[in-house]
């Protein structure tokens, strides 16, 4: 069974071009969610998708924003980058939205902002 | 809020050497508590998970024990190995199905031979 795929894998963009990365979860996986990793903050929740729907989001401005397909792969978007946003970013999918079920992560996307 | 806690290292040990990872918890109810591990230029996997109070999850040489009555979930492996090198992340689930997965800080170690 494929795991959780991401691409791009690396990414460099220019402060104020916008950025879309991909996601597509383990299958039969509904539940896509996202998160930044960087050295000084860890890991940040921005947000989860399940069955097309945000069900939860994290503390992170506008410009970022997802959406996930009827095929459950998901995309997040990031408009008008800052330096402040290159961070590894992380897709991890689930099998059901409970309290049992742990997540699978892909290698991430590695984004750049110069 | 819930909030996961543990020690942030760096940790060093030498080959054979016993591993302690503390984590502590603070929840509402009774989560589920994860490991997750995380190798140089990967993203995070599951290293080991408990869903109630007493349970010990294991895996790998690794374990960890649900404990309510501390908050806890300590991991432990009696004799690691230079390929153990990697960030483990302690993770809780909150009661509910629709909250955030919560992920402690992560603990970098690093093991010599």
């Known amino acids: 069974k494929a795991g959780v795929t991401q691409t791009p894998r690396y990414l460099i963009k220019t402060r104020g071009q916008q950025v879309t990365l991909s996601c597509s979860p383990i299958s039969g996986h509904r539940s896509v969610s996202w998160y930044q990793q960087t050295p000084g903050q860890g890991l940040q929740f921005l947000f989860e998708?399940?069955?097309?729907?945000?069900?939860n989001k994290g503390n992170f401005p506008g410009r970022f924003s997802g959406r996930q397909f009827s095929n459950s792969r998901s995309e997040m978007n990031v408009s008008t980058l800052e330096l402040g946003d290159s961070a590894l970013y992380l897709c991890?999918?689930?099998?059901?939205?409970?309290?049992?079920?742990?997540?699978?992560f892909g290698n991430g996307t590695r984004l750049t902002v110069t | 809020g819930d909030s996961v806690t543990q020690m942030e290292g760096p940790v060093t040990l030498s080959e054979e050497a016993f591993l302690t990872i503390n984590c502590t918890y603070t929840a509402t109810g009774y989560p589920s508590l994860f490991w997750y591990v995380q190798y140089p230029g990967e993203g995070l996997q599951l290293l080991l998970k408990a869903t109630k109070a007493d349970d010990k999850g294991s895996n790998k040489g690794f374990e960890a024990t649900y404990r309510k009555e501390t908050t806890s979930f300590h991991l432990e492996k009696g004799s690691v190995q230079v390929s153990d090198s990697a960030v483990y992340f302690c993770?809780?689930?909150?009661?509910?199905?629709?909250?955030?997965?919560?992920f402690g800080p992560g603990t970098s170690l690093s093991v010599i031979p």
């Open positions: 998708y399940f069955s097309e729907t945000q069900r």
């Open positions: 993770a809780l689930s909150p009661k509910t199905s629709y909250d955030k997965v919560i």
């Open positions: 991890a999918s689930s099998l059901a939205r409970d309290r049992i079920s742990p997540l699978h």
